[in-house]
């Protein structure tokens, strides 16, 4: 495996795998919370920082629900763009390593609470309810221009006027033909579209 392939994001990603990470981020987390075992914030701010750089290859938790936990579950795949689920990972490196640094830096265990707190709501948002708050927030940069189109070609639509591509959600059945077919239809061919889509 090259170093490439180690440093990549999946794309699309399985939605029943973030969802069970993202249980495991939780049940983390409320242990570090209700227990005061503060010492858990190291491997939580890991398992984010490593699939934020590495998607599930470095993540001991990504490794544990992709190999071991989702083949085995009767369940079928379900597929989402991977740009938001990577920049909803970024968020929560960002919250864990804040907690790291404020809890081991500054002995600042109101301010660990706190962060911990606001990883706690948007996990269990994510695991139990499928809304992916850090999702939102890519959709919303989409919008107004600050992310390129070109970095999530499949989120084009994300606003297009259904709950479902606004949380992540992939609509249609065959993910990769679609995905395929987007990256042969330059961007700019894909704006009239989009703008008759908001115009409804």
Known sequence: MSGRDVFSFPNPVNELSARLVAGGVVTM??????FGQFWLLIPLAYGFVARV?????????????????????PLPAKYVPGPPKRFAQGIGATVTVAAVVAYFGFGSSG???????????????ESVFAICLGCIVFGALMRWGVIPDEVCERCNDIWGGTRSSVLGEDRLPEV???????RRVPPHE????RDAQ???
């Open 198 to 200: 908001h115009a409804r």
């Open 53 to 73: 750089l590495t998607g599930p290859t470095l993540s001991p938790l990504g490794q544990l629900v992709t190999k071991l936990i989702t083949p085995r579950l």
């Open 176 to 182: 990769g033909g679609v995905l395929d077919e987007q």
């Open 190 to 193: 894909r704006e009239p579209q």
């Open 111 to 125: 301010a660990a609470y706190a962060l911990l707190g606001a990883i706690v709501v948007a996990a269990t948002l």
């Open 29 to 34: 987390a409320v242990a570090a919370i209700v």
